[in-house]
């Protein structure tokens, strides 16, 4: 490799995730310094100090939901919080977004059960193919007492965004279970393969010393 495009390369290697990661990050801080709105606007950090401050409502947001675990934890804020739902329950709209959107975070968020703990190959699109899924659990019994073999459901996110993807339920005995964390297995995707997960006991690949050795 000549020496000019090793050194381009090599400083793309660098800058990229430097880049990328400083975008994602302002966005995210971006989003949570929203939550100034719900202060009066004479105790705003901007009005007082004369200048932005940026991140100043990140923090908010976070005391935020931690006061709000530390209300809710208790007998008297369960019950607020059961007046809530049953508020938005009579709501028709609402009420199937919120409980679609709950039981999601309650399941992923959660200490207990299997969801998005195991990483497993599955045959998708086609029995000559494998594709990374992750395990979200077992089917109901109206869906199961329809099959003979044992089903697990399974989510197959695509590349290189894996929040998007689809839900299957497949033969358990079809599947293979990785020795990957979930963490691994998300870069792998949304890497597209390049950033292969990194072999028990070593490090992951260092991709700046593969381009200068090339």
Request: charged residues 15%.
């Amino acid at each position: 490799m000549p020496p000019l495009k090793k050194y381009f390369i090599t400083g793309l290697l660098i800058w990229i995730p430097l880049v990328i990661t400083a975008w994602v990050l302002t966005v995210i801080i971006g989003t949570m310094d929203q939550s100034l709105r719900l202060l009066p606007q004479a105790i705003h950090p901007e009005y007082l100090l004369g200048f932005h401050i940026p991140g100043a409502g990140t923090v908010l947001t976070l005391v935020i939901v931690f006061m709000t675990g530390l209300v809710t934890a208790n007998f008297i804020g369960q019950k607020l919080v059961r007046f809530w739902e049953a508020l938005l329950s009579r709501i028709p709209i609402v009420k199937s977004i919120y409980y679609s959107v709950k039981q999601v975070s309650d399941t992923l968020f959660s200490g207990s059960g299997d969801a998005f703990r195991k990483v497993l190959l599955v045959r998708y699109p086609h029995p000559e193919a494998w594709s990374v899924a992750f395990q979200t659990g077992t089917p109901t019994s109206d869906v199961s007492q329809h099959c003979d073999d044992d089903l697990v459901s399974v989510f197959i996110p695509t590349a290189p965004s894996p929040v998007n993807g689809f839900f299957f339920f497949v033969r358990k005995r079809d599947t293979v279970e990785l020795d990957m964390s979930v963490d691994d297995a998300l870069k792998y995707i949304v890497s597209m393969g390049v950033v292969a997960p990194p072999l028990s006991g070593k490090d992951s690949p260092n991709l700046i010393g593969r381009a200068q050795n090339e």
